[in-house]
């Protein structure tokens, strides 16, 4: 079963451009969410999604952050424009589905990452 | 925030088994224990996860004191490639609620 796949693996920029990262998550997987690690941090959960909606976006720096799952698959974060702090790996995970039902969990699948670093 | 403490890093001698603690002194009643791993330049891994009782899979062992304020993922013949940053994580397992990983513990495994 293929896993999760992200692109581009690593990507340098100076501050201020834009940068954009694309996932694709394991087929049939319905939930979809991107993290931020920072160095020496664990992964921080900026949004999820349920198939094309929304679900938690309260950590998404939204004045400079966007992202999107338009048919409910693939899915994409922007950042524009980047500044130095948001050098980081950004992860996206995926999941049959967020609503696993009472005892019952559904296990994140991460991709490898993209490493972006701001100049 | 993150829920639980862990210890920053841990060494284990290949072969012999890695007993990583976990405090999660405020987990409420519904709140389960979940651990996750990532070994360098990967994403993070599901290993086990248990409310009350012990739980075991191929991975590894989980062990849940009786109060549930802390417990021990029990990796029993740790392996070079068990080289990892272990994750202790609390969450309940009804509505939509999010993973938070803290820092986690570094465990080296040596030859």
């Known amino acids: 079963e293929a896993g999760v796949a992200q692109s581009p693996r690593y990507k340098i920029i100076e501050k201020r451009q834009s940068v954009a990262f694309w996932c694709n998550p394991i087929?049939?997987?319905?939930?979809l969410y991107w993290y931020q690690q920072i160095l020496g941090q664990g992964p921080k959960l900026l949004i999820q999604f349920q198939n094309n909606g929304v679900v938690d976006d309260s950590q998404l720096p939204k004045d400079r952050f966007s992202a999107e799952r338009l048919k409910g698959v693939d899915s994409t974060l922007k950042i524009q424009p980047a500044k130095l702090e948001d050098s980081a790996v950004y992860l996206c995970a995926s999941s049959l589905d967020l609503m696993g039902g009472q005892g019952q969990y559904n296990e994140q699948f991460f991709g490898p990452g993209t490493r972006l670093t701001v100049l | 925030d993150a829920k639980t403490t862990q210890p920053p890093s841990m060494d284990c001698a290949e072969g012999r088994a890695a007993n990583l603690p976990c405090n999660h002194s405020?987990?409420?009643?519904?709140?389960?224990v979940y651990w996750y791993r990532q070994i360098h330049s990967q994403g993070p891994q599901y290993i086990i996860h248990?409310?009350?009782n012990n739980e075991t899979n191929e991975m590894a062992s989980l062990i849940i004191t009786e109060d549930r304020k802390s417990s021990t993922l029990i990796l029993p013949h740790a392996t070079l490639r068990d080289t990892a940053v272990y994750y202790c994580i609390v969450r309940a397992n009804t509505g939509f609620q999010k993973l938070v990983f803290g820092t986690g513990t570094r465990l080296l495994v040596s030859p």
């Open positions: 087929s049939g997987h319905a939930t």
């Open positions: 405020t987990i409420s009643g519904n709140e389960y």
């Open positions: 248990g409310l009350k």
